[in-house]
């Protein structure tokens, strides 16, 4: 199934692969000779976008080396830039005390880049000052140190006000979301909240968490930080893993690859970010391109009794 491919869509003002690659806990929990393969074999699976991200700050602050190994890793591989598509990462813990432009420029410095062909602005706990916000990240971009950007989990009224802001000022709004969306959580990316924008084209979604951290990819319970919990509801999904299971099975693939078609057969869905920890895992994701092809419609209609965040706010709010 290796060769099957997926009509590429838009994220914003950048067409990109159906498939995408996270940094968190990847890259420095490979050995390098491993990471240069993935490298390699992300391009050849259509999966040539990685998220880099300097996991430093907030609930992140971890600081890991996994955007320093990406760096080496994708020199090492060969790979020419203009093969795929870099997507950075700008944390609103300490901004603007800490400023955009800082961020950036570290996170370039420590991967061994010149730019980043979007980025995505991270989620919050304080309230963002919108239009201060918006007028930074567009400064980065008449800098060329970016592209374009996103936002992650914001709530949507702060998502709305960035893109008002942006047209009343002449400036690049946010053009796609990063949202948590799979199999089991499904509030925000489906909602009536996000909805509109997806369906008038405003806002391309990125989905991300897809596996809730691999739950929803072993049955495991990892032994790594995964991601936030919203709603409290992850022992509800753990538990819907023996169900995802066994769909899987009758589609003949794997519970991940079935995660991943089940949110490629989203209209909105521009492409689909998960973690990769070795290249058997990312060819058996890719098998998710050929399953959607052929049969988007039946694995959504297989998985309609599965969403375990029917009374999760749908806005962001949490
Ligand atoms: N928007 C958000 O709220 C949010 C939250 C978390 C993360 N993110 C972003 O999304 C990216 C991915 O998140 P994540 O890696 O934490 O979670 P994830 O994509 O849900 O899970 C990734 C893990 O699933 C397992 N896996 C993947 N494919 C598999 C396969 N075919 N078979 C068995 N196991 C498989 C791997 O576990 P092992 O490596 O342990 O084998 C892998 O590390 C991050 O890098 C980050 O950029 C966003």
Redesign the pocket.
């Known amino acids: 199934m290796t060769d099957v491919t997926r009509p590429r869509r838009s994220l914003g003002e950048l067409v990109v692969p159906p498939l995408a690659l ?5 890259w420095d ?1 490979m050995d390098p000779d491993a990471a240069v393969a993935m490298i390699r074999r992300a391009v050849e699976l259509d999966a040539g976008f990685f ?1 880099v ?1 300097y996991y430093n700050m907030g609930p992140h602050a971890e600081n890991s080396r996994t955007d320093i190994l990406f760096g080496e890793a994708l020199r090492a591989s060969g790979v020419a830039r203009s093969e795929i598509v870099l997507c950075g ?1 700008l944390w609103l813990w300490d901004w603007p005390n800490q400023s955009f432009r800082a961020q950036l420029v570290e996170s370039l410095e420590r991967a061994g880049l010149d730019r980043f062909d979007t980025l995505v602005v991270g ?1 919050y706990m304080a309230e963002p000052d919108v239009p201060r916000l918006v007028a930074d990240v567009n400064a980065l971009i008449d800098e060329g140190l970016v592209g374009g950007w996103g936002i ?2 914001w709530r949507i009224g702060h998502t709305r006000a960035a893109l008002e802001e942006a047209a009343a000022r002449g400036l690049q709004g946010p053009s796609f979301a ?3 969306y ?1 199999i089991a959580r499904r509030a925000m990316a489906e909602g009536a909240a996000y909805g509109p924008l997806f369906s008038d084209g405003t806002l391309a979604l990125q989905a ?7 739950i ?3 049955g495991l319970e ?1 032994q ?1 930080k ?3 919990d919203v709603g409290g509801i992850r022992e509800r999904i753990a538990a819907l893993y023996p169900e995802v299971e066994r769909i899987a099975g009758e589609f003949g693939v ?4 079935l995660g991943i078609a089940f949110c490629l057969a989203h209209p909105a869905v521009a492409n689909v ?6 290249i ?3 060819e ?2 890719h098998a998710a391109l050929a399953l959607v092809a052929e049969y988007g419609a039946e694995v959504r209609e297989a998985l309609a009794g599965l969403q375990a965040d029917v009374e999760v706010r749908d806005d962001g709010a949490w």
Not at 22 to 26: D, Q, V, Y
Not at 208 to 214: A, K, N, P, Q, Y
Not at 254 to 257: E, I, S, V, Y
């Open positions: 996270g940094s968190w806990n990847t929990r998220d991200a990462k989620d992650n989990n990063q949202l948590k799979g991300s968490d897809v596996f809730e951290g691999g929803l990819a072993t990892p790594r995964i991601g936030a794997t519970p991940a690859a970010l998960f973690g990769a920890s070795r058997s895992q990312l058996q994701n």
